[in-house]
């Protein structure tokens, strides 16, 4: 069986809900990726951010990404997965959320991000194709 752990990236960073939309979008461009997970004061992951989140929902809307708080754009119900959950059940909870990034968890600690590139290479083509389909419509 696959793991979350063995398919995710290692090493994802969080944006701080008091860290602003700019804050964001610099450590994005830092660090090369389209989504940085949410965490709260506590290090809990709150939601995640993506690129389009900044574009959509800051800039599109004439916020002023230097003021807007990152942490306005977490969602109702963080979406994570565990490092040790299959993935087969990481490909389920993007399905079930039609998300394409989700923060990895050991405990309550973020070790990681699974993307759709991650999965697509680990999983049979008919799988992926599924889940590519899910999150189209």
Same mark, same amino acid.
Request: hydrophobic fraction near 40%; charge should be negative; glycine fraction near 10%.
């Given at each position: 069986?696959?793991? /979350? @752990?063995?398919?995710? *990236?290692?090493?994802?960073?969080?944006?701080?809900?008091?860290? *602003? !939309?700019?804050?964001? /979008? @610099?450590?994005?461009?830092? +660090?090369? %990726? #389209?989504? +940085?997970?949410?965490c &709260?004061?506590?290090?809990?992951?709150? &939601?995640?951010i993506?690129? @389009?989140?900044?574009?959509?929902?800051?800039? #599109?809307k004439?916020?002023?990404? #230097? *003021?807007?708080? !990152?942490?306005? +754009?977490?969602? /109702?119900?963080?979406?994570t !997965? &565990?490092?040790?959950? =299959?993935?087969?059940?990481? $490909? !389920?909870?993007?399905?079930?959320?039609? %998300?394409? @990034?989700?923060?990895v968890?050991d #405990?309550?600690?973020?070790v990681?991000?699974? =993307? +759709? &590139?991650?999965? /697509?290479?680990? $999983?049979?083509?008919?799988?992926?194709?599924? $889940?590519?389909?899910?999150? =189209?419509?």
């Amino acid at each position: 069986m696959t793991t /979350a @752990r063995e398919i995710m *990236t290692a090493g994802a960073e969080c944006v701080n809900t008091d860290q *602003t !939309a700019a804050d964001a /979008a @610099r450590k994005m461009t830092d +660090l090369g %990726v #389209g989504a +940085l997970p949410i965490c &709260g004061p506590d290090e809990k992951i709150k &939601g995640v951010i993506t690129d @389009r989140d900044l574009v959509v929902k800051v800039v #599109g809307k004439g916020r002023d990404a #230097g *003021t807007f708080p !990152a942490g306005d +754009l977490n969602q /109702a119900e963080a979406i994570t !997965a &565990g490092a040790d959950d =299959s993935a087969e059940e990481v $490909l !389920a909870t993007m399905k079930d959320h039609q %998300v394409r @990034r989700v923060p990895v968890i050991d #405990g309550q600690r973020l070790v990681g991000m699974v =993307s +759709l &590139g991650d999965v /697509a290479k680990a $999983l049979p083509h008919h799988e992926v194709g599924d $889940l590519v389909d899910t999150l =189209s419509t």
